[in-house]
Each structure stands twice: as C-alpha cells, then as structure tokens.
C-alpha cells in the first residue's frame, strides 16, 4: 500500500473520529472499495486519504413511484454501514425515508441544501416518474415528481438513478403502464448515470459514489449509462452453475432431481444469459455465497435489464446475448489426418527415383542385346 | 484346317543358389514388413498407417489389393491368348505369367486380411446369412477368392511335375480348360468390377474420373497392365538369367496392348466430351494434373511402339514400363487422388504403410526366384 | 494367326458383355428407395441452437462413449471435440466469419451446425456393405450397425457422402461408431437423447411425416413473428415462446442423395457449415443398377463362361494335339 504515510497515534484519531473506526479497519474498507472498483491496490491509498480529508459532498435523494427498496438495500450494506455513509462520507441533505425532519421543515431543508451547495451536490432518484395525468400521480409539497426532478437537477454536479424505477421505468412500467412510468433520464432529456436493479446491489451505488469522490469523475459507463465495474459482463458469464450449462444438465422441475442437485436453471426461464449484472460475483446481504436468485434455486428475472425484467415472462426462455462459440469450438473444417512428411516423400521419391534408374537401365541393357535369338527353336530332347 | 501349331516347350527348374545379394535384402524388407504388421495386429492400425476417416483406404487397399491384382491380370490375359485363341507359341509365357498373377492375388488376399478392422469376421462374405449382393465389393471379394484357387489349380501341374505325380497330372489336364475359362471370366468379374466400386462414392470422386464407364475402363486399362507385366517379367528374367529376349512373341502381345490402350483412350474421352468435361481438364488442380501425366502414360506406347518401334526391345520395355505405370497411376488417381473426402483432410502413406507395400512386394520377387529355381516353370530350351 | 482381328474378336466377347451392361439408360436404373412411412428421424434448426453442447454429454452418456481428449494449441480439452469420432457419434459445430459477433449472419457472425448420421432414406454405406452390417431398418428407417457382422473393410466409411461412419484405428479390434437414433432406447418409450436434453428444441426428434410438416410451418413464418416451439419430442405438450427466423430458402436432407430423415434448417448457406452439395439420385442407385445391369441372373457371366469353355476344350481337348499345358509330351509321345 505504497502511498501511505506510517500511522501515527494523531492519525488513528481522525479516523475515529470521523468514520468511528480504528485506522486499520479504515484501511480495509478503502481496499475493499478499491476491489469493487477493480482499482490496484496502490489505489487504497488515494481513496484513504480522499476519504479522510475531503469535504463531505451534500447529497439530495428524492423518491418517486418506488417501493424504498433500494434505500432499504443500502441499509443492510456493511461496508461501509449506511450510517457510515451518510454521516461521515456524504452529507445526506435530503431523504424522505432517512430524515428525521418531516413536512415543511423537509422541503425547506431541501431547498436551503440546494441553495448552500449550488453546482456541487449530488442528485440521486429512486423511482420511476409518472407522466400521464400531467404528473399528478405522485406528487410532493405540492410538486409533480416531474418539475421536482428537474428543479434539483438543474443545479446538481451529478445525478445518478438508482434502480430499475429510475434507470428504465423498472415495475410501475410494466405493461399496459396506466402512468406513464419513466426513466430519468427521459424526463430530464439527457442521459444520467444509472445503477439499475430491484433492488441493486447496494455496493454498485457505493463504489460509484466513492470513484466519484476519489477521483472527481464518474466510472466508466456502457451505452445505458451503467457503471461497467457492475454491469459490464452477463449474468451469464460468471454464474456458478455456468458449468451445469456447458454440460447440460438442466433443472426442469422445481423439487426435481436436478433442481436439488442445483443444475442450471436456464429452462425454467432463467434471464441470465441476456441480464448484465455482478449478482453472482458479490452476492446480496453479505450472507455468504450463493446468496442470490440462482443461487438460492430460483432463475434470475432479469430484474436489471430493460426489455426482459417485469416485460418476458418468469419462465419464459431467455435469449443467449453472447454466443460467440469460444476459440476450441470445432470449426466446419478442420485440418484432419497426416499429410506428407519429408521422411515418406522422400521414400517414395528415392524408392521412385530407384525404379526408374532401374527401369532405364533395363531397357538400355535390353538395347545392347536386342540381336539375341528369339526362343522359337526347336526344343531339345 | 487348322492352325499351324507351333512345337511346345519343356520347362524345368533353372535351379541355382537360392541364397544370393538379392534374395536375401528381398527377405530383410520382407522382415521388416513382418514387423510392421506385428505391431499393427496388437496395437491396431493407427499405430502403422496414416489412416483416418476421411480417407479410410489408402496404399495398402489401392495397391496391395487394387493394383497388386491388375499386375496379375498377367496370367488371364496370357491364359486368354493361349487357350481362346489358340496361340500355342505363347505357351513359354504361360506359366511364368500364372505364377506372377498367383502370387499376385494370394498378396492381394493377405493384405485384405491386415487391412481390414475385423478380420477375423472375413469368412461372413461366403455366408449367405451376412451376404449383401448389392455391394459391389461383396462380388468382389467372391471372384478374387475363387480366382486365386483357380490360379493354384491352373498352376498346379508345375508343382505335380515337380513331385512326379503324373497321374494326377492327367486327371487334372482333361479338366484345365474349364478351369482356364474360369479362369478368365473371374478376372474380368472383378477387374472390372473394382472400377465400379468407385460408383457408390458418387460426388465424392471428381467427375473428371466418375463415370458409368469404370467398369469398362478399369477393364480394359487391366488388360493392358497384364499384358505390360508379363513383357517386363519376361524382360527381367531374360536379362537376370541370361536368357534370350523373347521379341517376337512380345511384340505381338504388345501389339494388342497398343489396341486395348487405344480403345481405352478412346472411351476416356469420348466419355468425358459426353459429359461436357473437358473444361475441366484444364482446371488448375492437382487431379486435371494427374490426368493429363496418365494420359501421357497411356498414349505413350502408342508412340514408342509406332513402326519400327514395335519390335525395338528398348522400345517394348520402355512401353511395357508406361503401360504398367498408365495403370497404377489410374487407380491412384480414381481411388485416391481424385476422392474428394470434404474439406480439412489430410492423407499420405506413413513409413509404416510404405515398409509393408515394399515388403508384399518384395515376398512376391522373393517367392517368384525361388518358384523358378525349384518348380518347372521357366521353358527348357531357352535355358543356358 | 494371331492377328488384330482374331484378338479384337476374343477380348470383345468378354468386354462386349460388361460394355452393353455399363451403357444403362437411365430408364433401367433402379430410382432412389422411398422413405419407410413411419420413419423417425430429427429435425435440426441451427437458428435456435445456442451452442450449448449439451447434446453431446447426453449423445455420450446416453451410448456409453468416453470424453475425447482433444489438444490444441491454445490448450488441453476434454469437452470439445473437433469432430465425430470413433468416441464421438454427435458433434457441433461453428462456422464462423470476421469478427463473428452475429449469430445466423454469413459477414460477421457465426451459425451452429449438427454433425451426426443421416439415416438417408437410400443410404449408400448399406448398399456398400458386403456383410449386411449396415442396415436400415424397414419400419422405423433407423440405419443401424451390427458390430458382429462387420469385417472392418471401411467401405461405408469411404461411401457416406456426409462422412459419418468413423473407425477406430486407435484399437487392434477396430469397429464402426455412429449415431444409430438411439434406436436402444425405444424399446423403453425413450427416444433420441440429443434430442431430448436440448433446451430449445433446435434438435427435435419424431416421425419424420410430422417433422416435414413443421419445417413447412417454419419457413412459411414471417420472420419476427412470435410462434410456438416444440421442445423434446415432436407433438409433445414441451413447448416454449419464441420468434419465427430468416432461413436460407432450403431444407437440407429434403432432396439430397434421395432424401434423409435428418432434416436441418439454417439461417446461412448450406455450403458454409460445411454440408455437401449433393444431388438428387443416391450413389447407391447408380452403383446397384450398373452391377445388375451386368450380373442380373448371372447371365451375362455365365453366357461368357460357356462360350469360353467349348472354345478353350476344342483347343485343349487330346484328339486335337493341343498343347499339353502341363508342359509333358503329347500324350502320344510323339514329337511334333
């Protein structure tokens, strides 16, 4: 951890009494930060001291046609522990579930919030926003969600959507969608940082939030604005029944033989295989391995991705993104069989070359004697 | 009236050392092919060959079985002069010929048997419970069976004479010929039926080479290569023994040759301007390729042979010798060359295939020297 | 005199008899065998396979076959084989073109394919086989091998078209390996296990008179369209939603060499997958009617046989003088 200083007793106070923990256990979090950022390891070391010395950013957390489940989900995150975060790490200005102000004082804090930090907080929305009956069917302090969105957009560093609501329209789109459920992004005209799922792992929106204070951008994003340390590979590609797969062996039943010996799950509808997500990589809840759909015997919904999550059917067969056969796949042709190798062509060619020397001789030997006697004499007695 | 009868020949065994230079590198190569074989009967046929299966037959078939036979078909072919057209000259040549063509078909049989995957299932051809007619190799195995024990029947009296059995000799003499007329429609059978072998390979076999002709073709190209072998027997054992040349009567059989080649050509390629193939005969592949230097082959006695030529003893072996060659490399060509197995395969004799080919053929010399050094076979009279 | 007539007139005999025969007018060949009514066979659809293999654990486990170690320079590999094998009866395979990033496109991308027998309806390795070790069988069409017949000469390995039946040099008691429809397990109410493990159906299994009927259901599609299909076993209650495909505008094994009762449907040309271009009349047609056009009854052989033999015993018989051919005097001792 080469960039950081040798710890002094004065040191080992400000990270008590700021993140309430002694330096290692600092230390350990940053790291394992760092390794859900994909960051090396040379990198704890920058996230340690932007941690400790940064200013703490102002964050407005507004909630719309949602179920609080990504707020829930932060709250049973451990590393950081939310309370870690929000009083410590960020200052959380504004959040319906959290605050302990209600009313007026709410909306009032918001406001001063935004005004105290212009240009420098950041706007993160759980939720969908309705758009049909002029927005009228969530409203807040007398506001639509959708002139509340782009009030505290408008002046926001940063706005991030978490979860399916806010990243793509999640449940409340679903088909006939009586409220015209959308996306954040479609509200606000511009695309926006999204941390979709239902709920999303809490610690894809917490490495995000840490990359950003860190180094002062946000990660490196795929086309629907997901972070790709979470979202750049298929469910698919690291789940721990994938080998199930390649050998098929398939569940059919719930309860039967191969739903108990814990096969693959792709024929009971399992959207792995078109759902981008690190679910099988990290888990949820901190409970261990395998703490997730699949890994608890159900197939993956799909709950991330817009176009299969709450759209195809549970059980519906997902379609395979990526099946580009891998490099040992057998080709129509393959080269097969031995061909020529100097040592038997050069045995043909000298066994060949024998033969005709041979057979030139012969002849020229015949030539010489050409003037024998033919055999039809008569015989002898 | 009839014919002039030309005087027999007496044979005898031209005796003499049996252990020589040649004889005995005959027999080291005959050991190592005893080698080979060994390890390919405990080990299997991938451990010697570069069999596969894209290209399941390859030397050992096409010439120990398919060439090794025509190359025998010197003894139908001299049988038919002899006994059908009543050329008594020819008879110095008989024997001779019978033996090539024996050990010829008795080599091709032995490397059917190590050739194959089960042989020890090879009896089901004779069976009717297993019996398929309708492969044309199952007719061909039959006629190559029965050939081979009617060529020991036909060549017998040299090793009854040997063994002064004389009585048996006359029984067996009232009934030769209908051994010699079986003795010629077998090979005509199944010479002409191994070109038909090649029909159920459809496609797979270029179409420069695919025809409803290969019966007739690989027939008559047969005839030629007999008659090509029986001249260069002739012609090496002349110059081994120091004997006379037999010119005359070989330039008569050499003669028919011209007429067979040239009827062989003429089918060739009336067929494939039937077909509307010659475009393809200028292709820039390997098969246009080798068509063009087996055509040559077989054209080539047609010149060496033009005029004066025909009774030039240079020129008849350097005949003798294309007309062998026009052969075998036809039935490379059509088995092997000229198989299209799909993309991606791959085939060449191993050393292993190699070392058996040149042992089979070596045993067949080997065998041959002794044959004649023991067994009346070779005409008294020419002897020095 | 031995003259070039004399010659000519002996030789035509003989060849005159295998010529008129090899010269068979198409009006005498025998036509391609009809496929049995109750055939059963698979239908393969290339567009919805994904590559999945699992029809090649099942096709092993199901027929006692051992994995196939397979080295390549990018590595050691015990589930990929290159291609059927003597260990292998079920294989597949991906074509692939440039940056092979769209699945069923010909620029770009890559398309699956099955390898495994055909179950022609005129095979060409049954009518090549001298033992009857293959043999189709007359209900259900299934090609089978007997392994106890077989005398391991290879023919049928060198006269499938498709390249199917594989030997194995690697034993010193070599035998035949192909896919037989897992004709064992339908005694049991089983049926074909590729067919069953697949998880999208592209290789379906059932009378081939059905399986016709969903390949003119599919290519009929708009391509796009939201369909049904089956899993497992034709007709079955296995199905699952899906979307219609673009399919090259034809069936392979409709037709060729008389038709087969493995059908495969594809989004790119045949030719790419590396499926022969074949037509319409069988090898073994052709091959059977030339040799009975010469041999039927044996009358040709036999008719030459006779004619040889009065003229070889006119030549050879004593009271002629023939020329003794065991080489003796006369039997009168008299010299000529």
């Known amino acids: 951890m080469g960039s950081l200083p040798l710890a002094t007793p004065d040191e080992d106070l400000v990270t008590e009494r700021r993140f309430g923990m002694k330096r290692r256990s600092f230390i350990q979090l940053c790291a394992g930060l760092a390794a859900t950022l994909g960051f090396a390891n040379n990198a704890v070391g920058a996230i340690f001291n932007a941690l400790v010395d940064a200013k703490r950013p102002s964050v407005i957390w507004l909630h719309f046609q949602e179920c609080t489940g990504c707020s829930e989900s932060l709250l049973r995150a451990e590393h950081p522990t939310l309370e870690k975060l929000i009083l410590d790490i960020i200052s959380l200005d504004y959040h319906e579930t959290l605050m302990a102000a209600a009313g007026h004082q709410a909306e009032a804090a918001r406001l001063a919030a935004m005004a105290a930090n212009k240009g420098k907080y950041i706007l993160v929305v759980e939720g969908a926003i309705p758009t049909g009956a002029n927005g009228n069917y969530c409203k807040i302090g007398g506001k639509t969600a959708i002139e509340l969105v782009k009030e505290c957009a408008a002046d926001a560093a940063a706005v991030i959507a978490i979860g399916s609501c806010a990243s793509w329209g999640g449940m409340p789109s679903t088909s006939p969608n009586p409220t015209g459920a959308s996306p954040v992004a479609e509200i606000l005209g511009r695309p926006v940082l999204t941390i979709p799922g239902c709920p999303p792992n809490p610690y894809n929106f917490l490495t995000t939030v840490v990359h950003y204070l860190v180094l002062g951008k946000l990660p490196e994003l795929d086309a629907k604005g997901r972070p790709m340390f979470a979202y750049g590979r298929l469910i698919h590609e690291n789940c721990e029944r994938r080998a199930h797969f390649d050998a098929g062996r398939f569940a059919t039943q719930f309860g039967d033989e191969g739903h108990r010996q814990g096969w693959c799950l792709y024929k009971l509808g399992c959207k792995g295989p078109e759902t981008y997500g690190n679910c099988p990589s990290i888990g949820f809840g901190d409970a261990g391995t395998a703490s997730w759909p699949v890994g608890c015997g159900h197939p993956c919904i799909g709950c991330i991705e817009q176009g299969v999550g709450f759209t195809k059917p549970i059980h519906e067969l997902a379609k395979l993104l990526t099946v580009t056969p891998p490099t040992q796949f057998a080709r129509p042709d393959e080269q097969q069989g031995q061909g020529s190798t100097l040592a038997t062509v050069g045995t043909v060619a000298v066994v060949g070359g024998l033969a005709i020397g041979a057979g030139a001789r012969l002849a020229k030997n015949l030539g010489t004697t050409a003037d024998k006697p033919s055999t039809t004499s008569k015989p002898e007695r | 009236m009839s014919d002039e009868r030309e005087p027999y020949e007496e044979t005898a065994p031209i005796g003499g050392k049996l252990i020589t230079p040649v004889t005995v590198v005959l027999a080291v190569i005959v050991l190592a092919m005893i080698g080979v074989l060994a390890v390919r009967f405990v080990y299997g046929i991938g451990a010697v060959t570069n069999l596969n299966n894209g290209y399941p037959w390859g030397l050992w078939i096409v010439w120990d079985v398919v060439i090794g036979s025509a190359l025998g078909a010197s003894g139908f072919t001299v049988a038919f002069i002899t006994y059908i057209v009543n050329r008594g000259e020819y008879h110095p040549l008989v024997r001779p010929a019978l033996l090539t063509a024996l050990l010829g078909y008795a080599m091709a049989g032995a490397s059917v048997v190590f050739d194959v995957g089960r042989y020890w299932n090879l009896w089901h051809v004779f069976v009717p419970k297993y019996a398929q007619p309708n492969s044309i190799l199952f007719e061909v195995a039959l006629c190559i069976a029965a050939y081979t024990v009617v060529l020991a029947i036909e060549f017998s009296p040299a090793i009854l004479q040997r063994f002064g059995m004389t009585g048996v000799r006359k029984k067996l003499g009232r009934l030769l010929f209908l051994f010699v007329a079986i003795g010629v429609v077998l090979p005509t059978m199944h010479q002409s039926s191994l070109g038909s072998m090649l029909l159920v390979f459809g496609t797979q076999i270029d179409p420069i080479y695919q025809t409803k002709f290969l019966p007739l073709l690989f027939l008559s190209s047969t005839v030629g290569m007999g008659l090509a072998a029986v001249t260069l027997e002739g012609t090496i054992s002349s110059l081994a023994l120091r004997r006379p040349f037999e010119r005359a009567l070989l330039a008569k059989l050499l003669a028919v040759g011209k007429l067979v080649l040239a009827g062989f050509l003429i089918l060739r390629f009336a067929d494939l301007v039937a077909r509307g193939m010659i475009p393809e005969l200028f292709a820039a592949n390997a098969v246009a390729v080798m068509f063009w230097i087996e055509t040559a082959l077989f054209a080539a006695p047609l010149v060496l042979l033009a005029g004066a030529g025909a009774t030039r003893p240079s020129r008849m072996v350097l005949a003798a010798m294309a007309m062998a060659l026009a052969g075998i490399l036809y039935r490379i060509d059509a088995y092997l060359v000229a198989y299209h197995t799909g993309a991606g395969w791959h085939y060449f004799p191993s050393l292993g295939e190699l070392v058996v080919t040149a042992g089979l053929i070596s045993f067949e010399i080997l065998a041959f020297i002794i044959a004649i050094r023991v067994l009346p076979v070779m005409p008294k009279s020419t002897l020095a | ?336």
């Open chain 3, 1 to 336: 005199m031995l003259t070039r007539r004399n010659m000519l007139k002996g030789l035509a005999g003989g060849a005159g008899a295998v010529a008129a025969a090899s010269i068979a007018s198409p009006a005498e060949a025998r036509g391609n065998h009809p496929m049995p009514e109750h055939a059963l066979g698979l239908l393969y659809d290339g567009t919805l396979c994904i590559g999945c293999r699992a029809c090649i654990s099942a096709c092993k486990s199901a027929n006692g076959m051992p994995a196939e170690h397979t080295a390549l320079e990018i590595g050691d590999y015990w589930d990929a084989p290159l291609d059927i094998s003597g260990q292998t009866l079920n294989v597949i395979k991906a074509f692939r073109e440039g940056n092979a990033l769209h699945k069923d496109q010909a620029v770009d991308g890559f398309a699956f394919t099955k390898v495994s027998c055909m179950h022609c309806n005129d095979p060409s390795c049954v009518s090549a086989c001298p033992v009857s070790a293959m043999r189709k069988d007359p209900v259900t069409g299934i090609v089978s091998y007997d392994v106890d017949a077989c005398i391991g000469c290879r023919y049928c390995v060198a006269a499938c078209p498709f390249n199917i039946p594989q030997s194995t040099y690697d034993s010193p008691i070599a035998k035949i390996s192909k896919c037989q429809l897992c004709a064992h397990r339908l005694p049991a109410g089983k049926y074909a296990a590729c067919a069953e493990v697949c998880p999208t159906g592209a290789t379906l299994f059932g009378p081939v008179a059905e399986l016709q009927q969903e390949v003119a259901r599919r290519r009929a599609l708009t391509p796009g369209t939201k369909t049904l299909f089956p899993r497992g076993k034709i007709g079955g209650t296995d199905t699952y939603a899906g979307v219609a495909s673009t399919y090259v505008d034809h069936t392979y094994g409709a037709k060729e060499i008389g038709g087969t009762q493995v059908l495969h449907l594809s989004g790119v040309p045949f030719e790419l997958l590396g499926k022969p271009a074949l037509p319409d009349e069988s090898p073994a047609s052709i091959s059977e009617s030339v040799q009975h056009a010469i041999y039927k009854h044996l009358l040709a052989p036999l008719g030459f046989l006779g004619a040889l033999a009065v003229v070889a015993w006119r030549h050879m018989r004593p009271e002629a003088e023939p020329i003794d051919p065991t080489g003796a005097p006369p039997a009168g001792g008299e010299a000529p």
